[in-house]
């Protein structure tokens, strides 16, 4: 049965990555050549360099979501491989949506590999989704109770409406905290067929810590490429970016796609965006996607290959 399921993980994360290829195929469509060339020539390449800088951040410090998960769920493996898992099911996932299922389903077939049972595996997929709400909780907290004017306006709510939903936003992440310090044995939530328990106050810190660095390196990619077309702060970016992947992750839209796009064009209503927001799914969806296929075909390939070899060896 175990090797049925490892084909079937197999098979699963092969149609994903097809799946993420036929999103970018659709999108790509929209648009000719000759505007996504004309679009990003007007962006300087300092600012492609800046923003690649955050992207290969980003990216780093979701590694480490996993590398938090792997040790939670009490596993042992290698950095590297943990780094490998991470980055294949992140740049898969994005691009195609729903990520608990689309990244598990990645995450499933290596770290299975890897000696984790699927307890194990779940309990990976579970601590990084947590992750990414703290994160998402924190900056979000930040945006609102400091850029009150611009989530006001974009959320259509009162000045006490958005304190108290950034109060609230802040309200998880130290809530969480405490109780990581405090709460002690395991838990069961209906229908998770796992019982689980709540992360050590160090692992606890860490999410908290990493989730918000990795929203404030990808809004840092955003800033740089919007900043080709009009004088923006940071802090609106970064506003305007949560609440538009928050909005993603509820719709569940691969990518965010149209989603984000709406919330940055109401930040600059009258400002071309066409050019930097081409190039900030380039550079922070598309790139890592075209990388995370070629590695996911490097390691199906490497399967294949060393079981051949060590059935023709003497």
Known sequence: MRVNWRRWSTIATCLLALVA????ALVLRQF???QIASSLAGIRPWRF???GLCTAASYAVLTGFDWL????AGGSVPYRRVALASFLSV???HTVGFAPLSSGAI?????????LDPGQIGVVVVLSAVTVALGEASLGGLALLTQPGLTGKLLHLSAPTILAAGIGCLAAPAAYLTLAATVRGSFKIHPWPFRLRLPTPGIAAAQIGLGLLNYILVAGALYFVLGAAAPIDYQSVAAAYVLGNLAALIT???GGLGVLEAVIVSLLPDVNLIGPLIAFRIIYYLLPLALGCLLLAGTEVKQRVRPARNHLAP
């Not at 998960?69 to 939670?72: D, F, T």
């Not at 995450?107 to 000696?115: L, M, Q, T």
């Open 252 to 254: 569940h839209v691969p």
């Open 32 to 34: 000719t050549w000759a």
């Open 49 to 51: 360099a800046a923003a």
């Open 107 to 115: 995450r499933y077939r290596y770290y299975a590999e890897n000696g």
């Open 69 to 72: 998960g792997v040790a939670y």
């Open 21 to 24: 290829l036929g999103i970018v």
């Open 91 to 93: 740049s898969i996932g």
